[in-house]
């Protein structure tokens, strides 16, 4: 009971910490507001689970084995993090995006996806497997059990952004005013690749 009250603490301190999952979903809840939003929070929430339970099984010692394969990972999620940081950078009011047809919210796959560049979610899930794996010594049912945890857990962290987001899109009212914000969101989401990019 106390590993699992541990393990929960974990999921929702790992999964409420700005991040650039959280960065992402705030940026995208004030552009588009909270129902656009939905898909990718939930893109978040069955993706980062899913990936926790393939790192669980064994997918995480392909990196101790390969660490190339680790390396190109990590240079495909910074170009791809960098990608998406110009998008938000882009992004103005939501009728204006719309006329453009420059921008659009993340769909289920796209925000899923994701998560496997996102250096915190790699981090996070290893961190996870390694502290809360094998305790019991059921590797198999543990895993499962880490894994709807964070489940359970993100979608309502994550959720939490994206409300707090489709707020503070309901007080923008300039073009000016949201591409001041998006920018903001991306310069913070290039921010969180610094400790990725420095790691050795």
């Keep these: 009971m106390s590993g699992l009250l541990g393990l929960v603490l974990f999921a929702l301190s790992m999964s409420a910490t700005p991040g650039p999952n959280n960065v992402m979903v705030t940026s995208s809840g004030a552009t588009y507001g909270f129902r656009r939003t939905l898909p990718h929070v939930l893109g ?22 390969y660490p190339v394969v680790h390396k190109a990972l990590k240079i495909v999620g910074v170009a791809y993090m960098l990608w998406l940081a110009a998008r938000i950078a882009m992004a103005g009011r939501p009728e204006v995006n719309a006329a453009n047809g420059r921008a ?48 359970f857990v993100t979608l309502p962290a994550v959720s939490g952004w994206a409300m707090i987001g489709s707020g503070v899109g309901a007080v923008l009212s300039t073009d000016r005013q949201f591409r001041l914000f998006n920018g903001a969101m991306a310069a913070l989401l290039i921010l969180s690749l610094v400790p990725m990019i420095w790691e050795r």
């Design 104 to 151: 659009r919210p993340l769909t289920f796959f796209e925000a899923a996806a994701f998560q496997w560049v996102n250096p915190k979610a790699w981090i996070i899930a290893v961190a996870a497997v390694a502290t809360y794996a094998g305790l019991a010594g059921n590797l198999w049912v543990e895993t499962v059990m880490i894994a709807g945890v964070f489940m």
């Design 44 to 65: 978040i929430s069955v993706g980062f689970p899913v990936m926790v339970l393939l790192v669980g099984l064994g997918l995480g010692s392909v990196f101790v084995a």
